[in-house]
C-alpha cells in the first residue's frame, strides 16, 4: 500500500492523505521550552 503523504494538513485533506509530519510521528511541540540566546 502506498501511502499519500503532504507538507500541510489542508493538502493531506485533498488527496485523502496525512501529513509527513504525522507520518513521521513527529509533534510540534515536544514539552520543551525553547530558548533563544542574544
Known amino acids: 500500500m502506498m501511502r499519500k503523504l503532504a507538507p500541510t494538513?489542508?493538502?493531506?485533506a485533498?488527496?485523502?492523505g496525512m501529513t509527513i509530519h504525522s507520518f513521521?510521528?513527529?509533534q510540534r511541540n515536544?514539552?520543551?521550552a525553547r530558548t533563544i540566546k542574544p
Do not use: F, R
Open 9 to 12: 494538513g489542508i493538502a493531506a
Open 30 to 32: 515536544s514539552g520543551k
Open 14 to 16: 485533498e488527496i485523502d
Open 24 to 26: 513521521l510521528g513527529e
